[in-house]
């Protein structure tokens, strides 16, 4: 099966500080990469759709100067927090769509990364 | 107005017993795709089953089946006989195509604990 990873799994940071997250598509190249965040016993919340090639589209109320994304090739994309706060800290989730596979089982999620910011 | 409703924050279930979760949606996109996915506490999300706005019959996976009603907007997840190892998180989502956007819509999930 299609398989989606992240790096880091989890990461610590001080505040003020930026943190990258990478997700990758290892046995398929995908178009479009979506990052979720989701918060402790809450639902996953769509933050951006990231195309290759192309400029992220952000959901309302996400900050697209604080939540880098950068698409830069079929199997690699990037989710940076700038000057990360406390509040930025959440459990953040890629997932990646596979468009040969169809509608069905197209998106294939990462493990996540859980990100704490002190 | 929420596209993806799950009214059950937790569910017990007995070992070896079926349980259903709920999950109600909405859209005006004739075209849709539900999904069920199950998250663990390592956190991955582990797609389960989907079932198609036009797909005729309901969707079954091995233990899991889902009972499409499409018309009350309702996609439920059936776990048949149940295992220690089904206890998690369990979200409901939709994805409308029309839109072409693409990206799931994610109900609030329900806890599901199996008790042995």
């Known amino acids: 099966g299609a398989v989606v990873s992240q790096h880091p799994s989890w990461v610590i940071c001080k505040s003020g500080t930026s943190v990258k997250i990478e997700c990758r598509s290892l046995?398929?190249?995908?178009?479009?990469m979506f990052w979720y965040r989701q918060f402790p016993k809450q639902s996953l919340m769509l933050m951006a759709t990231s195309n290759e090639g192309s400029k992220a589209t952000y959901e309302q109320g996400v900050e697209k100067d604080k939540f880098l994304i950068n698409h830069a090739s079929l199997t690699l994309s990037t989710l940076t927090v700038t000057s990360a706060h406390p509040e930025d800290s959440s459990f953040y989730i890629c997932s990646a769509r596979d468009p040969s596979r169809g509608q069905m089982n197209e998106q294939f999620f990462g493990p996540g990364t859980r990100l704490t910011v002190l | 107005a929420q596209k993806i409703t799950q009214t059950q924050p937790g569910m017990f279930v007995q070992e070896k017993e079926a349980v259903t979760l709920d999950c109600t949606y909405d859209t005006s996109d004739p075209s849709y795709g539900l999904f069920w996915y199950k998250q663990p506490s390592s956190g991955e999300m582990i797609f389960l089953i989907y079932q198609g706005s036009y797909d005729q019959q309901n969707a079954t996976e091995g233990r899991y089946s889902l009972n499409f009603q499409k018309a009350r907007k309702s996609a439920n997840l059936v776990i048949s006989a149940s295992q220690l190892g089904d206890s998690a998180m369990y979200f409901c989502a939709m994805r409308e195509t029309q839109t072409g956007a693409n990206n799931l819509f994610f109900g609030t999930g329900t806890r599901l604990t199996v008790i042995p």
């Open positions: 046995d398929f190249q995908a178009t479009t």
